[in-house]
């Protein structure tokens, strides 16, 4: 993949894509708690502690959890899935003070959020689209120019 008249794309460093990771988990929790009066975020520090938090589970547990309930995801036709990234919210908010989600239906509002903002960002071109899994699916979709 090349920029312009034959300069080669450069992928950012791992900070930067780690930042923007973070930020975008912090974006993505912030509009949970703008549109559900159930889950409450005390300061900016807790939304970025929560939002570091989440973005760790979600890199290391939740592939791992995915893989140990494929068989139950194959017979639910992935529902339980869903729950897999529920659980990452539940244990989230019981290591982070000052982000809560209270009751369970508030737990599957905010889930059902984050996987509509997550597939927003994945059709939406952006800075949070050189991470992971958008990274990915954006060079697939951009044919190399030579």
Do not use: Y
């Not at 529902?79 to 369970?104: D, P, R, Y």
């Amino acid at each position: 993949m090349t920029l312009g008249e034959g300069t080669p794309a450069t992928s950012p460093s791992l900070l930067v894509r780690l930042g923007i990771s973070w930020l975008t988990n912090a974006l993505v929790l912030a509009v949970v708690a703008a549109a559900l009066h159930r889950v409450d975020v005390a300061s900016a520090g807790a939304l970025l502690a929560a939002a570091a938090v989440f973005g760790v589970l979600n890199t290391m547990l939740k592939p791992l959890l995915r893989l140990v309930t494929l068989p139950l995801a194959i017979l639910t036709l992935g529902a339980a899935w869903f729950f897999v990234s529920l659980l990452m919210l539940v244990i989230t908010k019981a290591i982070v003070g000052g982000f809560h989600i209270h009751g369970f239906w508030t737990l599957v509002a905010a889930t059902l959020i984050i996987w509509i903002v997550n597939l927003v960002l994945d059709l939406t071109p952006g800075p949070w689209q050189i991470t992971g899994r958008r990274r990915r699916l954006r060079r697939r979709r951009q044919p190399e120019s030579r």
